[in-house]
């Protein structure tokens, strides 16, 4: 009986948010078309049907845009610059974030896939994406690219300074190839050579 009833209140999580949902929207649609329905009626003579679910849409997504813009925006900006007053944190954060808009931002870094030797004798070579091709700023002399090498099955990686000339570009969608990497070479994707 225990366990029947764990079921029960188990589904009935999985259920409750998109009833309650659903039970808003049906009073919300009711409320509105009450409300406006003798204003539209008394501006065109005569009903229109679905006016109030147009209306009630329309709300909604104003109130979506008021809470995106209007809400969301100062409390986001009061923690970020929490986040960035505090010394210690700062520095987790900022690396986090930075780290997080390579892969998914604006600024995609993430987005020269190329093929290392990284053992001459062997002939190995290693699945990496080149971070940047000048390194002077750091004092690295000669020609030296950085290549972020991202581990598979892990949300990690390594940087590698490597001889330029020991990079090949791989033809092929970023993503894709990230896919491959991280996934251990299970995924496949299709090379444009």
Same mark, same amino acid.
């Not at 366990?3 to 029960?8: D, I």
């Not at 679905?50 to 329309?58: D, V, Y």
């Not at 490597?162 to 995924?187: H, L, S, W, Y």
């Given at each position: 009986?225990?366990?029947?009833?764990?079921?029960?209140?188990?589904?009935?999580?999985?259920?409750?948010?998109?009833?309650?949902?659903?039970?808003?929207?049906?009073?919300?649609?009711?409320?509105?078309?009450?409300?406006?329905?003798?204003?539209?009626?008394?501006?065109?003579?005569?009903?229109?049907?679905?006016?109030?679910?147009?209306?009630?849409?329309?709300?909604?997504?104003?109130?979506?845009?008021?809470?995106?813009?209007?809400?969301?925006?100062?409390?986001?900006?009061?923690?970020?610059?929490?986040?960035?007053?505090?010394?210690?944190?700062?520095?987790?954060?900022?690396?986090?974030?930075?780290?997080?808009?390579?892969?998914?931002?604006?600024?995609?870094?993430?987005?020269?896939?190329?093929?290392?030797?990284?053992?001459?004798?062997?002939?190995?070579?290693? =699945?990496?994406?080149?971070?940047?091709?000048?390194?002077?700023?750091?004092?690295?002399?000669?020609?030296?690219?950085?290549?972020?090498?991202?581990?598979?099955?892990?949300?990690?990686?390594?940087?590698?300074?490597?001889?330029?000339?020991?990079?090949?570009?791989?033809?092929?969608?970023?993503?894709? =190839?990230?896919?491959?990497?991280?996934?251990?070479?299970?995924?496949?994707?299709?090379?444009?050579?």
């Amino acid at each position: 009986m225990k366990k029947l009833l764990a079921f029960f209140f188990q589904g009935l999580l999985y259920i409750a948010p998109i009833g309650i949902t659903l039970f808003v929207l049906y009073k919300a649609f009711f409320l509105v078309d009450d409300i406006f329905k003798p204003l539209l009626y008394s501006i065109f003579g005569f009903h229109i049907p679905g006016a109030g679910l147009i209306i009630l849409f329309l709300l909604i997504t104003l109130l979506g845009f008021a809470g995106q813009t209007i809400i969301a925006k100062p409390i986001k900006f009061v923690i970020r610059h929490f986040l960035e007053r505090a010394p210690l944190v700062k520095a987790f954060y900022t690396s986090i974030k930075d780290f997080l808009s390579a892969f998914v931002g604006k600024d995609k870094k993430f987005n020269q896939p190329v093929l290392v030797k990284v053992n001459l004798i062997s002939d190995l070579e290693k =699945i990496g994406f080149v971070t940047r091709e000048n390194l002077s700023d750091l004092g690295v002399e000669g020609k030296k690219v950085a290549v972020y090498f991202p581990h598979s099955y892990n949300f990690s990686g390594e940087l590698f300074i490597v001889p330029a000339e020991q990079v090949k570009r791989i033809n092929g969608a970023p993503a894709d =190839i990230m896919k491959f990497v991280v996934t251990g070479g299970v995924v496949s994707f299709k090379n444009s050579e």
